[in-house]
């Protein structure tokens, strides 16, 4: 399967900054070329940038967060159907820095995925463990129980999901999963999918994230169940993020 990398600028960025990196990204021959697929998610505030930039290429692009109501009263919140007027294709639900600084819980990214999925946005549903949870050898018990919250709500759509596993332990800390730390993660992440879809789970999307870089994308990529990576840090180099989109067109 083509594999998908996706930037996470997190909370980062300005006008200016963001001009000169995308415009190097628009300029990357692997995405143009169609060997990856690839796609940028910026904080709000600059996706009318991200449209201008990438609307005439092969990139596409996302939200890092989206409100689990429609409309009303929710003051700061933004909702599905905003994002979709600036053509978004994903959003990133569940991530660890939302869970542990917002209090997410599963049931809250849950229905975040089924507001996007209404609106015609893919969700990128961020599951992963903490070090304490992966040193009492819950791991495996924690990812299936936060991609279960998901696939209970939104039923058939299931296969609509991009799933990303990002070990907490891992993000941003220069730690990365192992690939066989990793593929046996994202083996069952694909046992669950395929449960749930059928042969369409086959074909679902399981990401790797936590300080993968142009060193380590390579050996990552290769593995059977990680079909692409959520990519933080080294999305807002360049440099480093051309070389994890030609492991992935490589891979
Ligand atoms: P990192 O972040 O690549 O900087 O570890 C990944 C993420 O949080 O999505």
């Known amino acids: 399967m083509k594999k998908l990398i996706v930037g ?35 904080p709000v505030s600059y996706l009318f940038q991200l449209k201008n930039v990438l609307e005439t290429t ?40 939302r869970r542990q600084y917002h209090g997410e819980s599963d049931s809250l990214v849950a229905a975040k ?67 066989p730390q990793a593929q046996a993660v994202h083996a069952v992440l694909r046992a669950q999918l395929v449960a749930a879809c059928g042969e369409h789970g086959m074909s679902s999307r399981i990401l790797y994230g936590g300080s993968m870089t142009a060193a380590n994308a390579a050996a990552l990529l290769a593995e059977n169940d990680i079909d692409g990576g959520l990519i933080g840090g080294a999305s807002l180099k360049p440099t480093d993020f051309s070389s994890i989109l030609f492991a992935a067109s490589a891979a």
């Open 8 to 42: 996470n600028w997190k909370m980062n960025g300005n006008l200016t900054a963001n001009q000169d990196l995308l415009v190097a990204l628009a300029g990357n021959q692997n995405v143009a070329s169609g060997a990856c697929d690839a796609a940028v998610c910026a």
């Open 58 to 97: 092969r990139w596409t692009w996302g939200a890092q967060d989206v409100s689990a109501h429609d409309a009303g009263a929710y003051t700061g919140e933004v909702s599905a159907g905003m994002l979709k007027d600036f053509n978004v294709r994903y959003v990133l639900v569940g991530h660890s820095e």
């Open 113 to 179: 995925a089924q507001r996007a999925l209404a609106a015609g946005i893919t969700p990128i549903v961020c599951v992963g463990e903490t070090l304490a949870e992966r040193e009492r050898g819950e791991t495996m018990d924690v990812v299936k129980r936060q991609l279960a919250a998901v696939i209970h709500a939104v039923g058939h759509c299931a296969t609509e999901l991009v799933v990303a596993y990002e070990p907490v332990w891992a993000i941003g800390t220069g730690q990365t999963a192992s690939p």
